[in-house]
């Protein structure tokens, strides 16, 4: 009995040696990494064109989209930080803006328009808000009551010092 043990141990041995040839020679031959060195020297010994290969993209991420550029000539002006196509009463001084008329009410406005000369003005009209800025060292409007507006100015004076001009721009009378 023990010969009859020792024997098929013997060919079933036998039979998984030349099992494993078999599948051995159904294997393809391993094809070589085109690459000699490890991926790790490579970017250690600087054999690369990449410079930094950790900043490369992520190709799981998706690419944010870049808006372009705003032209930053709208046509409008610029007051405060905001565009508008209402024309701007900023840039002339005090003494040319004639007050034409008061809306009162729950917003107060008062409806102005620029002299050019003697009793002349343009055909331009400007809406004037309280607590916007006018004129040019931009005077403040306090308020619009029904006889005109109220204007603030902050200047210097000749000591150096902050002063307060209250200024009234009555209703004009004139046929502007």
Do not use: C, H, W
Request: net charge positive.
């Amino acid at each position: 009995m023990n010969k009859i043990n020792i024997l098929f141990l013997f060919t079933s041995l036998l039979s998984m040696s030349l099992y494993g040839q078999e599948i051995e020679k159904d294997k393809e031959p391993e094809v070589k990494p085109r690459v000699s060195k490890p991926v790790s020297l490579i970017f250690q010994k600087g054999a690369t064109t990449i410079k930094n290969p950790l900043d490369l993209r992520d190709p799981f991420k998706q690419s944010s989209r870049r808006s372009r550029k705003r032209k930053k000539n709208y046509g409008g002006y610029l007051t405060e930080g905001k565009y508008s196509n209402l024309p701007s009463i900023t840039a002339f001084p005090l003494g040319q803006i004639r007050i034409i008329g008061v809306l009162l009410g729950k917003n107060r406005r008062a409806i102005a328009r620029i002299s050019t000369g003697e009793g002349q003005s343009s055909k331009e009209t400007y809406m004037i808000k309280e607590g916007m800025k006018i004129g040019e060292n931009n005077a403040e409007v306090k308020a619009i009551v029904p006889g005109g507006i109220v204007l603030v100015e902050k200047i210097r004076n000749v000591y150096d010092q902050d002063e307060y001009i209250e200024t009234v721009i009555p209703v004009s009378t004139d046929n502007l």
